[in-house]
Structure formats: C-alpha cells, structure tokens
C-alpha cells in the first residue's frame, strides 16, 4: 500500500465521503485570488505566499496558473499581481444577466419589517418612475400605486434618487424632458430650485419626496448602482405623510442607503463613511455641554467673528450660513442657493463662502451674493468643503467631488486681490486647515485616506512645501475632519464616527481624546471672549432613527472648556 491518503470529509448526513480529486487545490488557488482581491494595494509575491500559509514553490506554481488562466496579472514594472482582465469580462456576464427584482427582494422585505411601511423597487422608464416590486406595510394604512404603477420622476423620492445620480449630461438632458408639472403646493416646478434639490440628493445620497405628488403620501430613497457606478434604480420607503414628517423622512435615509448598496455590491459610495463604531465607554464630563441646539445636518467650518461675538459656521446640507450666541444658545441662519462648505468673516464687512460653484461674498443684511472665483468651473461634479483663513488673510479650501470619488479633489488658495492659486491636487476628501503659531507649519487633512498631512509654510510667499504625514487613523478610531490649532501649537482634530475630538503634539503623538456624547464631530475652533472655550460642530446626516435615539444632540454645537487658549481666526483681507 502506497503512502498516499485519500481525504475524508463529512456528507450532509454525516456520512464520510472521499474529498473530490483537484479540490483541495481549487480552494487553495481561490484563497490567493481572494487575497489579491481583499488588498489595498498590489502584492509581490513573497506578501501573497506569506498571508497564504502555502510554501513558495506551491505558491508560485498556483499564481502561475491563474495567471495563465487570465485570472490574475502581472504587472512588469513592480513585479506585483493584480487582478486578471478575464474577472472583469466575467463581472460585465454577471451585470448583463442581473435579476434587480431578485436581488433587491430581501432587502424589500427587511425595510419593510424594519420601518413599518410601504417599501417599493423602483426603475426610470423614460421620464417616469416604474414601481417593479414592492412590500406592504404591516400597519393599517395601506397606499395605491403598487407594482406597475407610474410616478413623475420629478414629483417622487425614488425618482429624485436615480436622476440626482446620472451622469451631468445625461441628467441636463434628463431634466429638461421632465416638464416639472405641479401635483401639490409642494412639487418643485421652478428649474433651479429642482437642479438645487438634485445636488442636495447628491450630497447626502438619498432623496426625499413629501407630498409632492400625493400631498397624503411621502418617501425617501436611495439609489441602486450597477458595476460602472451608474444609477439603475432605486429603493423608496414610502407612508401617509402624516406619519413620514421631514425628521422621521431624513431618518430613515440611512437605512434607505444601506439597503441599496446591499443590493448594489457597495459600489459608488457617496460620502465619507456610513458604518458608526461603538460609542466608546468614558465618564460623563461636567466641561463639556451642548451650546447651540442647531440639529444641523451637516454643521461644519465653525469660526469665532471676534466683530461679532459670536460663532459663525454652516451647514452644508441644508445650505446655510449660522450666527449663533453659545452663551444663550440663540441663533439664526442665513439660507444659501447651493451647498455651502464654509464661510468667514471680511475685514472690509460682510462675508466670504467656499460653495459649491466657487467662492463668494454675501452681504447678511441685504442678501447680496457676488461671484469671486471659481477654479473648479469644469469640474461641476465637485463641491468646496472646509475652509480658513492664514494670518494674513488668505483664504484657504478644498474641494472633493460630490460622490467622493478618489483623487478629485484639490486645495486652493484665494488672496485678497482675488488671484487664485491651486496648492495641491488628487485628494479624496479635503477637509481640516491649519497653521501653527510660528507660521512655519500648514496641517491639512485628507478625510478619505484618514491622514493629517503637515507642510512648511512661508508666510510672507504663501507657499507650502514638503508635505509629509503628521497622522495617521487607524480604521477603529474614525475618520480625521475639521480642525483647529491652539496657542500651543497642539493640532485638535475632530473625528467623524469617533466619537471624539483629539489634541496631537507637535510631532503627532495623542495627547488628549476628549469624548463626545454623539459620534460625528465635523469641525472645531476656539473663541469666547478670552478664546479658551472650544466649539465643536456635529452631524446628524446619514443616522438612523436607533442612532439619533442614543445620540439625540447629534448636529448641535458644543463648548470644551479646554483648558488652553486657542488662535483668534483672522478675517479675509479681500
């Protein structure tokens, strides 16, 4: 009798059975495609061998066959493997033969159950929306326009959802075939406030529709994607309108989301994260309390107006621009026509904002807004995010593009003769600005690599030069936003889904977390008259009902007594 042994495995009813000849290796060749594929960059093949557990000569034999295969490829100039050409035909062969309908179903029923009402699988049919499949709410009311049902794609939530998300093209021409016929005193029929709410949809990746086709019934959706990115449908969460309010509506678009890029593979991500970690376990904190009720959904680029005494910042999804008074908690808000990243004082009165199309001023008082500049003119799929002003009034911002795709962004610099100059480009998501006390460090963070970055700065040129990582995120402690950069010289930065604000030394290493009682702080500034306070702006974007039920402050501004003094914001020069 030979050595050789035959592997044996249990059946279904637990009978032993010989191990298929070949199956052993099939396992093992898979394993490595699955670890070329899981990689986040490309892998030698010593790194593939090591995470395989095979010994090198079984290693390369397997690599060499799925690379004769068409399965995985090499590339020549660093010897690394990456995924084969034959994988992506074989992906178009899946997408081709895609069941939306099947693929969509249990996700149909899991929001149905979830939420309690009318779930719908929705399709563009020309200038109509095409309800394709749907689940009944459990609860007593039941809605018309079931499977085979037409809406106006203007007039409904799913609509708004696919044709928010086609390509720029395609959705102008899209638009302009629509009609925007009124249902409702609360249809969009003006083209420009529609196009508004089409980036709107964009930027927080789900639509909302209440009583704009029905005045009794309302919805939220979100998109489903297909290989290339591109909208093939939608999924809409759909009840009485006295029962889906606005709150209740914005609510449920996170789950809307998540529904749909389970049905989608997760392909086209639209913003800087989805998932929340845990809340983390700390004491309650009797220096921190919640300063500016304000329930933004996107607060953001807070600024202390020392002319004002009081805190400027925006919301970037519902556009405004916020004056608030920390100390009673009063605030008002200025709408804005289009997303609106940040904005800051002017020296000469007034203020400047980093929006959507570019940079402008605005006068409060008489609503005038006038054009500075736009760099980004041929770029319409992006948006200004975070912005500053250094110490001789420059005013400093980023961009990133709308559905953050990577690469897109860029970081400009606008001077007060209002000449611009690009300080930077292919960021993911530009976020964080700011300068040391000596004028010597510039720190910018790029949201969507989880870094800080620390360049040399000159203040007299306004140049930037050897940029280098001053911090580096791990996966577990959230995703690095805005920031200040107090008299110290110590860099605080918030941390979206972190639940928490950190203060890094000037080489990087944590000197203090402070934790937070909601868990997306966007941005942070010091002011108050002796400019010891620290303001700190939050979300509620993208939150589901569970989350905004732990996290109910979610949105608002809140005071740190910090402990140390912060730098006074300087107002733009132009």
Same mark, same amino acid.
């Given at each position: 009798?030979?050595?050789?042994?035959?592997?044996?495995?249990?059946?279904?009813?637990?009978?032993?059975?010989?191990?298929?000849?070949?199956?052993?290796?099939?396992?093992?060749?898979?394993? =490595?495609?699955?670890?070329?594929?899981?990689?986040?960059?490309?892998?030698?093949?010593?790194?593939?061998?090591?995470?395989?557990?095979?010994?090198k000569p079984t290693a390369h034999r397997m690599l060499a066959t799925l690379v004769e295969a068409g399965l995985l490829r090499v590339d020549e100039r660093d010897q690394t493997y990456r995924l084969g050409f034959r994988l992506f035909r074989m992906a178009h062969r899946v997408w081709n033969e895609f069941d939306l309908r099947g693929a969509a179903s249990p996700e149909l029923a899991r929001l149905a159950d979830l939420t309690g009402?009318?779930?719908?699988?929705?399709?563009?049919?020309?200038?109509?929306?095409?309800?394709?499949?749907?689940?009944?709410?459990?609860?007593?009311?039941?809605?018309?326009?079931?499977?085979?049902?037409?809406?106006?794609?203007?007039?409904?939530?799913?609509?708004?959802?696919?044709?928010?998300?086609?390509?720029?093209?395609?959705?102008?021409?899209?638009?302009?075939?629509?009609? =925007?016929?009124?249902?409702?005193?609360?249809?969009?029929?003006?083209?420009?406030?529609?196009?508004?709410?089409?980036?709107?949809?964009?930027?927080?990746?789900?639509?909302?529709?209440?009583?704009?086709?029905?005045?009794?019934?309302?919805?939220?959706?979100?998109?489903?994607?297909?290989?290339?990115?591109?909208?093939?449908?939608?999924?809409?969460?759909?009840?009485?309108?006295?029962?889906?309010?606005?709150?209740?509506?914005?609510? =449920?678009?996170?789950?809307?989301?998540?529904?749909?890029?389970?049905?989608?593979?997760?392909?086209?991500?639209?913003?800087?994260?989805?998932?929340?970690?845990?809340?983390?376990?700390?004491?309650?904190?009797?220096?921190?309390?919640?300063?500016?009720?304000?329930?933004?959904?996107?607060?953001?680029?807070?600024?202390?107006?020392?002319?004002?005494?009081?805190?400027?910042?925006?919301?970037?999804?519902?556009?405004?621009?916020? =004056?608030?008074?920390?100390?009673?908690? #009063?605030?008002?808000?200025?709408?804005?026509?289009?997303?609106?990243?940040?904005?800051?004082?002017?020296?000469?009165?007034?203020?400047?904002?980093?929006?959507?199309?570019?940079?402008?001023?605005?006068?409060?008082?008489?609503?005038?807004?006038?054009?500075?500049?736009?760099?980004?003119?041929?770029?319409?799929?992006?948006? +200004?995010?975070?912005?500053?002003?250094?110490?001789?009034?420059?005013?400093?911002?980023?961009?990133?593009?709308?559905?953050?795709?990577?690469?897109?962004?860029?970081?400009?610099?606008?001077?007060?003769?209002?000449?611009?100059?690009?300080?930077?480009?292919? +960021?993911?998501?530009?976020?964080?600005?700011?300068?040391?006390?000596?004028?010597?460090? +510039?720190?910018?963070?790029?949201?969507?690599?989880?870094?800080?970055?620390?360049?040399?700065?000159?203040?007299?040129?306004?140049?930037?030069?050897?940029?280098?990582?001053?911090?580096?995120?791990?996966?577990?402690?959230?995703?690095?936003?805005?920031?200040?950069?107090?008299?110290?010289?110590?860099?605080?930065?918030?941390?979206?889904?972190?639940?928490?604000?950190?203060?890094?030394?000037?080489?990087?290493?944590?000197?203090?977390?402070?934790?937070?009682?909601?868990?997306?702080?966007?941005?942070?500034?010091?002011?108050?008259?002796?400019?010891?306070?620290?303001?700190?702006?939050?979300?509620?974007?993208?939150?589901?009902?569970?989350?905004?039920?732990?996290?109910?402050?979610?949105?608002?501004?809140?005071?740190?007594?910090?402990?140390?003094?912060? #730098?006074?914001?300087?107002?733009?020069?132009?």
């Open positions: 009798m030979s050595g050789r042994t035959l592997s044996v495995v249990e059946n279904g009813d637990g009978e032993a059975a010989r191990e298929i000849p070949g199956a052993q290796a099939l396992r093992r060749g898979l394993s =490595l495609l699955d670890i070329v594929a899981e990689s986040d960059k490309p892998l030698r093949f010593v790194e593939i061998a090591e995470q395989s557990g095979l010994s009402e009318a779930v719908r699988l929705a399709v563009l049919d020309d200038t109509s929306v095409l309800y394709i499949d749907q689940r009944d709410s459990a609860q007593a009311v039941r809605l018309g326009l079931g499977v085979g049902a037409r809406v106006a794609a203007h007039a409904s939530g799913a609509g708004k959802a696919i044709v928010a998300h086609l390509d720029p093209q395609h959705r102008q021409t899209m638009v302009s075939r629509l009609g =925007l016929e009124r249902f409702t005193p609360n249809t969009i029929v003006d083209p420009v406030e529609f196009a508004r709410e089409l980036e709107l949809t964009k930027g927080r990746g789900y639509a909302v529709s209440f009583g704009e086709q029905h005045a009794d019934i309302s919805s939220v959706a979100a998109p489903i994607f297909d290989h290339r990115a591109i909208a093939i449908g939608a999924i809409a969460i759909v009840g009485p309108s006295y029962r889906m309010g606005v709150d209740r509506l914005h609510a =449920l678009g996170r789950d809307a989301i998540e529904a749909a890029r389970r049905v989608s593979g997760n392909v086209g991500q639209l913003a800087m994260s989805i998932s929340i970690n845990p809340r983390p376990l700390g004491p309650e904190r009797d220096d921190l309390r919640c300063a500016v009720p304000s329930a933004c959904f996107l607060g953001e680029g807070p600024v202390w107006s020392a002319a004002d005494k009081r805190l400027l910042f925006v919301d970037i999804l519902a556009p405004s621009v916020i =004056l608030a008074d920390p100390e009673s908690g #009063q605030f008002v808000s200025k709408p804005m026509p289009e997303l609106i990243g940040a904005a800051v004082p002017r020296a000469r009165g007034g203020y400047l904002a980093a929006t959507q199309t570019g940079f402008k001023t605005f006068d409060w008082s008489s609503d005038t807004i006038t054009s500075v500049a736009n760099p980004e003119a041929g770029k319409p799929g992006n948006r +200004f995010n975070d912005g500053k002003c250094d110490r001789r009034g420059r005013f400093w911002a980023g961009t990133l593009a709308i559905t953050t795709s990577p690469g897109e962004g860029a970081l400009y610099r606008l001077d007060p003769d209002g000449s611009v100059a690009t300080m930077g480009k292919g +960021f993911h998501i530009s976020n964080g600005l700011g300068w040391s006390p000596d004028d010597k460090r +510039f720190y910018f963070a790029d949201s969507g690599t989880r870094r800080i970055y620390v360049y040399d700065f000159d203040i007299d040129s306004g140049d930037i030069a050897n940029r280098r990582v001053f911090v580096q995120l791990p996966e577990n402690a959230g995703i690095p936003d805005g920031m200040t950069v107090d008299a110290e010289g110590f860099v605080w930065s918030a941390h979206w889904d972190g639940w928490c604000v950190t203060r890094y030394d000037p080489d990087g290493k944590v000197d203090r977390v402070v934790t937070l009682p909601v868990p997306r702080p966007t941005s942070c500034c010091f002011g108050g008259p002796d400019l010891s306070t620290l303001y700190i702006t939050t979300a509620r974007i993208r939150m589901s009902q569970r989350q905004l039920a732990e996290a109910p402050l979610s949105g608002g501004v809140f005071a740190l007594r910090a402990g140390v003094r912060g #730098q006074a914001d300087t107002p733009f020069a132009g």
